[in-house]
């Protein structure tokens, strides 16, 4: 199999957003002003021919770079869909990353105009010299900025009718998440999506007439994957946000749902305090938690990040049809349990249509894929086209084993193996699990000091309970359990977080180890472990 793919083929986008503006039975629901609105997919695309008229009076053309900036919002799919209409890249900003480091990317895309629903962003993006529409409502637009929601009332049918632009290559450009080194932005065209979002209608059976839960961020591919194939092929998309998400599931009852594991964490939590002091029953379980997902929910997708096996377990015994499944942003899916094939505490089996091996010496997963999502680099602002080798096995930088029927579990990443001066690797990612578990610490990294052996930097809330002692009785308990060179002998607590501004944390929250040592590890106070006894407060 070919994982060549061609660097300039035509975009299906355009054709296939002309094609829905006659589809007035398909729905996207969505809340403006605490209100739930509906509109047609028919009007969607009308609505979206305005704010395209829009972007190309303020000189958005073929080639041109937009940045979108917020939360999951109508406005913000009208922004990204009028990116394919006149045929400009779309640049999806986290909503999440601190402000200063989005008007960098802007900057570093070369984008000429700029659409945020932050009234307070508006200034930074002015001040950096980019023209901004306001996708939040008139209200709160502040003085002298146009609004989406402004365009929408003042227009005109002529304005909506104008036909996409055809166009070849990619449609958008994304970031990847930065826990191995600096952030980097690339290219995605949508033909690999849309193929991937056919495999999945065929594995777990769902079309036009299902209704499709969208609540994270938009910035995020899987997000958009699911929302361009939702219009191109008539499911109704609900567009909500965590706040709102059970409110939306019991109000419009959708059958499909996207997640990640720290949601589905959440949703435990609030089943537990939902049934505290009351008998739980499995069938008040199953109740529980179908408050939340709504009763009509058919599947839920699970990724990013591994998920506790307990919890899947658990959600499968309560009768949620939830499958967890694995890929990267640049080499697209990877691993899928389907309602055929499913396993707790794996990402399934390989997808069908590639396949996966593991090198024979670090166990890192590679994948051979038709379908790699990574298109080309944005570099100095310039597209530079990736291509891929036909056959050839690509790396993720994961580590994973087989069991004996062939479901794969990925135990962590290559970064979470270090090695001692005398030569042994060890594995810190399950140390770190064990470690946080029984501290009951926020977040644990484990590395090499500068005395070659290992440390634990424990993270605690500054309100937390646990003490230093707590913090030394447990590593104690955890290194009882380990081969003597996987134990940790020194160790260091802060009593603060790590946090998206400081750089130590992704916008999807995942830890940047090498920023952690950097702001946190090397100024710790660390301290050598006792461990001929355990401490008592």
Same mark, same amino acid.
């Given at each position: 199999? %070919? ?11 355009? %054709? ?56 999951? %919002? ?49 200034? #930074? ?29 003042? #227009? ?53 007439? !299902? ?9 995020? &591919? ?12 008539? &499911? ?8 709102? =998400? ?27 305090? =939902? ?23 058919? %599947? ?78 944005? !570099? ?39 090695? &001692? ?117």
């Amino acid at each position: 199999m %070919s994982t060549a793919t061609p660097v300039t083929a035509p975009c299906p986008l355009p %054709s296939m957003l002309d094609a829905i503006t006659t589809d007035e039975v398909s729905s996207v629901i969505f809340r403006r002003a605490g209100r739930s609105m509906r509109v047609s997919h028919g009007q969607c695309r009308k609505d979206a021919g305005v704010v395209a008229a829009a972007f190309r009076e303020k000189g958005i053309s073929t080639g041109e770079r937009v940045a979108i900036h917020g939360t999951t %919002s109508y406005e913000w799919v009208l922004a990204d869909l009028a990116c394919v209409l006149v045929g400009a890249l779309s640049v999806a900003l986290y909503p999440s990353a601190p402000l200063e480091r989005a008007v960098g990317v802007a900057a570093e895309s070369r984008c000429g105009l700029v659409c945020t629903d932050r009234a307070d962003a508006v200034t #930074a993006f002015r001040e950096a010299g980019f023209a901004v529409l306001f996708l939040g409502s008139s209200s709160e637009a502040p003085d002298g900025t146009e609004s989406v929601e402004g365009l929408l009332a003042a #227009a005109e049918d002529e304005l909506a009718a104008t036909a996409a632009i055809p166009r070849e290559g990619p449609f958008t450009v994304v970031s990847t998440s930065g826990t191995l080194s600096e952030p980097k932005l690339f290219t995605v065209a949508a033909t690999p999506l849309l193929f991937t979002m056919d495999r999945f209608a065929e594995i777990y059976g769902f079309g036009r007439g !299902d209704r499709l839960l969208l609540y994270l961020p938009l910035s995020h &591919l899987p997000q958009r994957m699911m929302l361009y194939w939702g219009l191109c092929n008539g &499911l109704d998309l609900i567009l909500s946000d965590p706040a709102h =998400m059970t409110a939306d599931g019991v109000d419009h009852r959708p059958t499909l749902h996207v997640t990640v594991p720290r949601v589905l964490e959440h949703v435990r939590w609030r089943v537990t305090k =939902m049934l505290q002091g009351t008998e739980a029953t499995p069938e008040a379980v199953t109740n529980a938690y179908q408050a939340v997902f709504g009763p009509a929910i058919r %599947s839920i997708f699970v990724g990013s990040a591994p998920t506790d096996p307990g919890l899947m377990a658990e959600l499968l015994a309560a009768g949620l049809p939830v499958h967890e499944v694995y890929g990267t942003t640049e080499l697209g899916m990877i691993g899928l349990n389907t309602p055929d094939h499913r396993r707790p505490g794996t990402v399934g089996k390989p997808i069908p249509w590639g396949a996966v091996e593991l090198d024979r010496e670090t166990r890192e997963v590679r994948v051979r894929t038709p379908t790699p999502f990574l298109h080309g680099r944005l !570099d100095g602002g310039e597209v530079r086209p990736h291509h891929w080798e036909p056959g050839r096995f690509e790396p993720t930088a994961d580590v994973g084993e087989f069991d004996a029927d062939g479901f794969l579990r990925v135990i962590g990443r290559l970064r979470d193996f270090v090695a &001692l001066p005398s030569g042994e690797k060890v594995f810190v990612r399950p140390i770190e699990d064990a470690v946080s578990k029984s501290a009951k610490a926020e977040l644990c990294q484990v590395s090499i000091r500068a005395d070659g052996a290992l440390g634990a930097l424990l993270f605690f809330a500054p309100d937390a309970d646990e003490t230093d002692d707590d913090a030394v009785n447990a590593l104690i308990r955890v290194n009882q359990d380990l081969h003597p060179w996987e134990r940790v002998k020194t160790y260091a607590v802060v009593r603060r977080l790590p946090t998206v501004e400081e750089g130590c944390l992704t916008e999807t929250s995942k830890p940047r180890r090498h920023v952690i040592e950097q702001v946190h590890g090397e100024k710790a106070n660390w301290h050598r472990l006792d461990t001929k006894s355990v401490r008592t407060g």
